[in-house]
Antibody, heavy 119, light 107 residues
Framework: EVQLVESGGGLVKPGGSLKLSCAASGFTFSDYYMYWVRQTPEKRLEWVATISDGGSYTYYPDSVKGRFTISRDNAKNNLYLQMSSLKSEDTAMYYC????????????WGQGTSVTVSS | QIVLTQSPAIMSASLGERVTMTCTASSSVSSSYLHWYQQKPGSSPKLWIYSTSNLASGVPARFSGSGSGTSYSLTISSMEAEDAATYYCHQYHRSHTFGGGTKLEIK
């Protein structure tokens, strides 16, 4: 059974940093591209980052480029999101998700970890 | 980036009623890269329909998807209570974007 379990969320002040983790199991982690996606309090879904299966390629939208870094440890089956220079608009539930090969769909999602940026 | 607009934002349907919701893209999207997710309160989104018309594992056959270019739709042939949820469309063309969602309620 595919499982994705996020952790590391919490309350952080504007300008602060936070690192999220996602523990993967039930599939060959190193075979899949992975995503981070967030859902705002208004329930809007936003793509945050993509990392290739080997970790060599990463992609971000302009809204987080230069502030967020996605990485992975294929030996430990873990995905990470390092977030810095956090803003109030980064407040959201953060999900890790697996790529469905060839279609770029997100076929499995974790339960999410909540990030609140507030003074 | 491509903007996805879902309509209606909120709708209600009676049990047994046919339901259709739409997703309109600001530019043409490959049908291979247009997907739908179902989300219920307190849960994460679930892949529901991928590549326009393919049902994800476990999705009832009363669901179907269609479309091309800039216009896509999700249809439920006969509404059931368990179908009440919010449905989001998602596209990939150089970057990923999601629609604002259609909340489907029981009338």
């Amino acid at each position: 059974e595919v499982q994705l379990v996020e952790s590391g969320g919490g309350l952080v002040k504007p300008g602060g940093s936070l690192k999220l983790s996602c523990a993967a199991s039930g599939f060959t982690f190193s075979d899949y591209y992975m995503y981070w996606v967030r859902q705002t309090p208004e329930k809007r879904l936003e793509w945050v980052a993509t990392i290739s299966d080997g970790g060599s390629y990463t992609y971000y939208p302009d809204s987080v480029k230069g502030r967020f870094t996605i990485s992975r440890d294929n030996a430990k089956n873990n995905l990470y999101l390092q977030m810095s220079s956090l803003k109030s608009e980064d407040t959201a539930m953060y999900y890790c998700a697996r790529t469905a090969r060839a279609s770029y769909a997100m076929d499995y999602w974790g339960q999410g970890t909540s990030v609140t940026v507030s003074s | 980036q491509i903007v996805l607009t879902q309509s209606p934002a909120i709708m209600s349907a009676s049990l047994g009623e046919r339901v259709t919701m739409t997703c309109t893209a600001s530019s043409s999207v490959s049908s291979s890269y247009l997907h739908w997710y179902q989300q219920k309160p307190g849960s994460s989104p679930k892949l529901w329909i991928y590549s326009t018309s393919n049902l994800a594992s476990g999705v009832p056959a009363r669901f179907s998807g269609s479309g091309s270019g800039t216009s896509y739709s999700l249809t439920i042939s006969s509404m059931e209570a368990e179908d009440a949820a919010t449905y989001y469309c998602h596209q990939y063309h150089r970057s990923h974007t999601f629609g604002g969602g259609t909340k489907l309620e029981i009338k």
